[in-house]
């Protein structure tokens, strides 16, 4: 599904996070990674794209200003999991599920469709043997993926996930953006996950989006954005871009060029 931005700007009272960024992505089935340093604004550029921010320009959704929708349509055209995950401890794993299941439906009346459709996203996750363990009994890493199974629950047309391999081992990271990618060719979604391992991204992603200082710095395919000028430039680091026999390039840092200019200085 489409998603255009057109002059998104962004602040925490005086303190500007996104100064004018211009969108236009129509890629279903396809995984966009955004990418960036720490502080150049990603999570506050997934809220906007979710509604949940207001900032100046307008975001839209296929045909919908995202502004304009209520709560129930936003769910049901864009699912969003956060960094910080919410406080639902009270719930099992099958009862999280569920209500994100619903919210998405009119009324709160549970039938048999209901139960096969969060039993399937609970199986796919890998959660099934867990779905009556309430949350608090999980570790992080496996609160992260009952997280993904309430944002996939609802079927938006768009999935927005920030940091979602935050807490998972190397497997699991790679299970779930096996996962994720999957789905989106399976449901024609647009996904959008912010992340920070450059490597990790380069090797799911069709295309990259980096923010730099609140604004857009370079899009394109992994193979175009990851280069060692746009390291030194972005993240200030110097670094390899080697490419493996799929052309999918690796990250490999030297050094940090901040620590080493303090250093000769």
């Known amino acids: 599904m489409r998603i255009r931005v057109e002059d998104l700007c962004f602040s925490y009272g005086h303190h500007h996070v996104l100064g004018g960024i211009h969108l236009d992505e129509d890629s279903p089935g396809k995984l966009t990674a955004l990418i960036g340093p720490n502080a150049a604004g990603k999570s506050t550029f997934l809220r906007c794209l979710a509604g949940l921010l ?27 999991l956060p960094q910080d995950l919410p406080n639902t401890a009270a719930l099992t794993v099958f009862e999280a599920v569920l209500v994100a299941h619903r919210q998405a439906r009119p009324g709160w009346r549970v039938d048999d469709a209901d139960v096969a459709a969060v039993s399937a996203v609970l199986e796919r996750l890998g959660l ?9 009994e999980l570790s992080g890493g496996q609160r992260q993926l009952v997280a993904v199974g309430q944002a996939l629950a609802a079927e938006p047309r768009v999935l927005l996930l920030d940091e979602p391999t935050s ?43 980096v923010l730099h200082a609140g604004r857009i710095a370079a899009r394109g395919t992994p193979a175009e954005v990851l280069t060692p000028r746009l390291l030194r430039e972005v993240y200030r680091v110097e670094a390899r871009v080697l490419h493996d026999e799929d052309g999918v390039p690796l990250v490999v840092p030297l050094c940090s060029l901040d620590r080493e200019e303090e250093y000769i200085g």
Request: proline residues 0%.
């Open 167 to 209: 807490s998972l081992d190397l497997r699991h990271q790679l299970d779930l953006l096996t996962l994720v990618s999957d789905l989106a060719v399976e449901r024609q979604m647009t996904v959008v996950l912010a992340v920070h391992d450059l490597n990790l991204a380069a090797r799911f992603a069709h295309r990259m989006l």
């Open 54 to 80: 207001r900032g100046r320009g307008t975001v839209h959704v296929g045909e919908h200003a995202v502004a304009s929708l209520r709560a129930g349509e936003r769910t049901k055209l864009v699912g969003y």
């Open 128 to 136: 099934g043997d867990l779905a009556a363990r309430h949350l608090c």
